[in-house]
T-cell receptor, first 113, second 116 residues
Framework: AQSVAQPEDQVNVAEGNPLTVKCTYS??????LFWYVQYPNRGLQFLLK??????LVKGSYGFEAEFNKSQTSFHLKKPSALVSDSALYFC???????????FGTGTQLKVEL | NAGVMQNPRHLVRRRGQEARLRCSPM?????VYWYRQLPEEGLKFMVY????????ESGMPKERFSAEFPKEGPSILRIQQVVRGDSAAYFC??????????????FGPGTRLTVL
C-alpha cells in the first residue's frame, strides 16, 4: 500500500523568506510524486510532478521540489514566499500504474507581511 | 479549453434522499477520477473510470455509492439514502490516456454535499 505523510499541519513564513513544505512517502516500486495547492472553496491546482529524471523539479508560481530517494522525501520549496502563496498544500503519490493518487493530509501555509 | 466542470457546486440533501453529482472532464480527457474530502482531511480516492468502464472502484463504499461514465454525457457519482457522514466535498479529476509521459490529473472545483 502507498502512503504519504505531511508532518506539519501548518507552516508560517514571513514574506520574502524561503519556504519549505515537507512530504515523505512510502510505496513499493517507483513513485510518481505530485504537489497540488488548494485555495478556500476551490479545487486543487496542479503545481508540479516528479516522474523520472532530474531530482529537482520546477513548477508553477516559482515553486520547486526535490526528490530524494534515500530519504523517500519530496519537499516543496520556494526561494521567496509571497502572501498570495497562503493556501493548503497537498503532496500526492501514485505507484504501480493504477492512476490512483494517495494524498497527504495537507499543510496549511501562511505567509505574513 | 474549459477545465473540469462539476455541478452542482453545493448540494443539500436530507437523510434518506439521493444525491447525484456530475462531472464533465476536460476536452480530450477520457479518464475520470472521483475523490472525497472529509472536513480536516486530505482527499481519498473513490473510483477511476474510463468511458463505459469502471477501472478501479477500490475506494468506493460497498453500499449506496455508485459511479458511471457513459459514452455520452458527464460522469455521475450517485449516493443513495444519504446519511450525515456523507457530508463532504467531492472532487472529480480527469486526465488524457496515459502514454509515454505520465499525465497529471486536473481537478474540478468540487461539489460540497451537506446532509441535514
Amino acid at each position: 500500500a502507498q502512503s504519504v505523510a505531511q508532518p506539519e499541519d501548518q507552516v508560517n513564513v514571513a514574506e520574502g523568506n524561503p519556504l519549505t513544505v515537507k512530504c515523505t512517502y512510502s510505496v513499493s516500486g517507483n513513485p510518481y510524486l505530485f504537489w497540488y495547492v488548494q485555495y478556500p472553496n476551490r479545487g486543487l491546482q496542479f503545481l508540479l510532478k516528479y516522474i523520472t529524471g532530474d531530482n529537482l523539479v520546477k513548477g508553477s508560481y516559482g515553486f520547486e521540489a526535490e526528490f530524494n530517494k534515500s530519504q523517500t522525501s519530496f519537499h516543496l520549496k520556494k526561494p521567496s514566499a509571497l502572501v498570495s502563496d497562503s493556501a493548503l498544500y497537498f503532496c500526492a503519490v501514485e505507484a504501480g500504474g493504477g492512476n490512483k493518487l494517495t494524498f497527504g493530509t495537507g499543510t496549511q501555509l501562511k505567509v505574513e507581511l | 479549453n474549459a477545465g473540469v466542470m462539476q455541478n452542482p457546486r453545493h448540494l443539500v440533501r436530507r437523510r434518506g434522499q439521493e444525491a447525484r453529482l456530475r462531472c464533465s472532464p476536460m476536452k480530450g480527457h477520457s479518464h475520470v477520477y472521483w475523490y472525497r474530502q472529509l472536513p480536516e482531511e486530505g482527499l481519498k480516492f473513490m473510483v477511476y473510470l474510463q468511458k463505459e468502464n469502471i477501472i478501479d472502484e477500490s475506494g468506493m463504499p460497498k453500499e449506496r455509492f455508485s459511479a458511471e461514465f457513459p459514452k455520452e454525457g458527464p460522469s455521475i457519482l450517485r449516493i443513495q439514502q444519504v446519511v450525515r457522514g456523507d457530508s463532504a466535498a467531492y472532487f472529480c479529476a480527469s486526465s488524457p490516456p496515459q502514454g509515454r509521459t505520465y499525465n497529471e490529473q486536473f481537478f474540478g472545483p468540487g461539489t460540497r454535499l451537506t446532509v441535514l
